[in-house]
T-cell receptor, first 114, second 112 residues
């Protein structure tokens, strides 16, 4: 069982909808990440939070809005998405952004945009 | 430019037929090399971290090794449940930040 929990597991939404993806970890990690993964491709980094502050934004469109309410939770707010945004969205956590310890991933949210 | 190249892209084995997956990397100041296993529709599952050339890690039928230019994931007497995509990722020096550079993965199929 993964120690990073993501909800929902599946999400279908229209291009005008607003929805949120949620991620929770209880490993005491201080760095949390959002990745996007398309079929048969490796994960692509979107955002990094360090001690609940946004550290890295990899030029992600503003229709994706991350939020880190506390050290255990990470949200990704979605609005006005495009069909090409359909993908597996993965959350990960690690001890810290300056650590060389591994990132641990959740099982992702499979997002489909109609 | 930092790069990670995995080969082969796909590998089909018979149960019990041992083999190796390769991960070649070019990165200045390697902080760590990570192996992950990913099943369809799931997130990557952490397997191993390797930090310096000559290091080896083992877990059940898997053994990971590291040189200055590449890493190998050796699979001994694989079983069908070892079928998955295996991802290699490297982390560069501290000044490059926390980002992992992933290879494209090797998809392993083991038939009984």
């Amino acid at each position: 069982d993964t120690e990073v929990t993501q909800t929902p597991k599946h999400l279908v939404m229209g291009m005008t909808n607003k929805k949120s993806l949620k991620c929770e970890q209880h490993m005491g990690h201080r760095a949390m990440y959002w990745y996007k993964q398309k079929a048969k491709k490796p994960p692509e980094l979107m955002f990094v939070y360090s001690y609940e502050k946004l550290s890295i934004n990899e030029s992600v469109p503003s229709r994706f809005s991350p939020e880190c309410p506390n050290s255990s939770l990470l949200n990704l707010h979605l609005h006005a998405l495009q069909p090409e945004d359909s993908a597996l969205y993965l959350c990960a956590s690690s001890q810290g952004i300056n650590s060389n310890q591994p990132q641990h991933f959740g099982d992702g949210t499979r997002l489909s945009i109609l | 430019e930092d790069q990670v190249t995995q080969s082969p892209e796909a590998l089909r084995l018979q149960e019990g037929e041992s083999s190796s997956l390769n991960c070649s990397y070019t990165v200045s100041g390697l902080r760590g090399l990570f192996w992950y296993r990913q099943d369809p529709g799931k997130g990557p599952e952490f397997l191993f971290t390797l930090y310096s050339a000559g290091e080896e890690k083992e877990k059940e039928r898997l053994k990971a090794t590291l040189t200055k230019k590449e890493s190998f994931l050796h699979i001994t007497a694989p079983k069908p449940e070892d079928s998955a995509t295996y991802l290699c990722a490297v982390q560069g020096p501290y000044e490059a930040g926390t980002a992992l550079i992933f290879g494209k993965g090797t998809t392993l199929s083991v038939s009984s």
